[in-house]
């Protein structure tokens, strides 16, 4: 009897969701051009991405609170010590989440997303973003020394591949939508849309292409549902500078030259701390743990590096630091970034690029004033232009690297020695290491990004089979999967 009703109960809802899709697709077709229906969906990803972010920042700020407070309360017996067993802390409770449910979730989540887009036509897996904004919230809220930009480029791509895989258009936009998604993570935490849209094209897809577009939309949609709930306010504030003279532009191409070479060191040392923590004989839920460690020995001496650092970064800016604080800043934030990194933690490098430009680039700025009274700008000058300098060199951005700079500042002014000092940077990594903080990853697990124009899917089949992307195979790294200077 009851096989007897249910067959007619399956056909009817067999046929109404049939009826759905036919309806669904009469009204696209009717009324809605395929470029139409993508810009709606794009603004759409972009409110939704502002607001995860916005979410995924209180919930940082609420951690952090909480350890400072609470928890470092708790901690008080230990004196000095509870600011370096706060990370540990952090650390022991991100490696067993880790390790449990996502391991993919650890590191920075950049390459990830670079992954899926070249190797997974943009579908990016929810649980793994799950457990990357869990993971990354613990890490940072409690210390570890990591970035806010990498987590929400994640996010922001899984919102692209999720509303993609609902609303169901053409293949290749799945892709165009998960790109979409992590524009709008990083316009919603530095305020800055069109950095952001230039960040999607010019390191996740390796060119600026047709969907640029969209791409905008959706990075200007998430900028301003952040606004709206976080306030209009530059993720710096900077005083104004302008160039001293001419005959100063040398000056800044010497100190690009210089964290060019910085740059591609920190690179190299982030992944040879992956490396040394991945062979090390430990069990792998309790590396972060020992990372954390570290860090909290750090924090010992130098507590502005805490979390995302950002603090210390205005009085940077504004020249109020010595240039021994500032070299021992840039070498802390240097050392606890891998550590947290290496060990398994999950944060960006986004921001730690940032900060670590502005202490060494004011570092040299104050040197160079110090040097040359009255012929160069303040030291603040310097660690502005080297926040961008020090990002375009690891990320091999240029293009990004000053457009942020130049929306963080609203002047013109710097743009002069904002671009010599950029191309000095960025000429020297080339030099020294041809692949990005993010696509070396990528060339270790042998994929290369697709640079072809077209649908914009990769042209790979040997990486779109089952199993892991690093099991694909090695393909020839004859063309650096590097973006274009």
């Known amino acids: ?25 009469w009204l696209r077709s009717s009324f809605l051009p395929e470029q139409n229906y993508l810009i709606i969906l794009a603004v759409a990803v972009g409110v939704v991405t502002g607001l995860g972010s916005v979410g995924f920042i209180l919930v940082i700020e609420l951690l952090a609170d909480f350890a400072r407070g609470p928890v470092a309360a708790l901690l008080e017996r230990f004196g000095p010590a509870r600011l370096v067993l706060l990370p540990a802390l952090g650390g022991l409770l991100v490696g067993p989440v880790v ?13 990830e997303v670079m992954t899926a887009l070249a190797t997974r036509g943009g579908h990016v897996g929810n649980r793994i973003v ?11 809220g409690f210390g570890g020394v990591a970035g806010r930009v990498g987590p929400l480029v994640h996010v922001g791509s899984a919102i692209g591949s999720l509303v993609a895989r609902w609303t169901r258009p053409a293949r290749p936009n799945v892709r165009r939508l998960a790109t979409c998604g992590a524009a709008g993570g990083v316009a919603a935490i530095f305020n800055a849309p069109i950095a952001a849209s230039i960040f999607a094209m010019e390191v996740l897809i390796g060119r600026v292409r047709g969907d640029f577009l969209l791409v905008l939309l959706t990075a200007l949609g998430s900028c301003l549902t952040a606004r709206y709930f976080l306030g209009n306010f530059p993720a710096f504030r900077v005083p104004e500078y302008e160039l001293a003279s001419a005959a100063e532009l040398p000056l800044y191409f010497l100190m690009g030259a210089l964290l060019g070479t910085a740059a591609s060191g920190y690179v190299r040392l982030l992944y040879w701390s992956e490396d040394a923590f991945g062979g090390w004989r430990f069990p792998d839920y309790l590396k972060p743990a020992a990372g954390g460690l570290i860090v909290g020995l750090l924090l010992r001496f130098y507590p502005q590096i805490y979390g995302a650092g950002f603090p210390a970064v205005e009085p940077a800016l504004e020249g109020r630091l010595p240039w021994e604080l500032l070299l021992g800043l840039f070498a802390a ?23 670590m430009g502005a202490m060494l680039g004011g570092a040299f700025g104050s040197l160079a004033s110090g040097l040359l009274p009255g012929w160069t700008a303040g030291a603040g000058a310097y660690a502005l232009v080297g926040m961008a300098a020090f990002f375009a060199a690891a990320a091999k951005a240029p293009t990004t690297a000053i457009l942020l700079l130049f929306e963080m500042t609203n002047d013109y002014r710097i743009v002069l020695p904002l671009m ?17 903080v993010y696509t070396l990853k990528l060339q270790r697990r042998g994929i290369e990004l697709p640079r072809h124009e077209g649908t914009g899917d990769p042209p790979a089949p040997a990486a779109e089979r089952p199993g892991p992307p690093c099991r694909s195979p090695r393909r020839s790294t004859a063309q650096t999967p590097t973006a274009p200077t």
Do not use: W
Request: proline letters at 6%; hydrophobic letters at 40%.
């Open 1 to 25: 009897m009851s096989d007897g009703t249910a067959a007619p109960a399956g056909r009817t809802l067999a046929a109404r969701l049939s009826d759905r899709r036919r309806a669904r697709g």
């Open 99 to 111: 390790q449990r449910f996502a391991p993919e979730a650890k590191g920075h989540g950049v390459p």
């Open 130 to 140: 799950a457990v990357k904004v869990v993971a990354a919230s613990l890490t940072i």
């Open 333 to 355: 934030q240097l050392l606890a970034n891998c550590a947290t990194l290496g060990s398994g933690g999950s944060g960006g490098v986004f921001a730690p690029c940032l900060y």
């Open 420 to 436: 010599a000092a950029t191309a000095g940077s960025v000429y020297i990594s080339h030099r020294v290491q041809p692949f990005s």
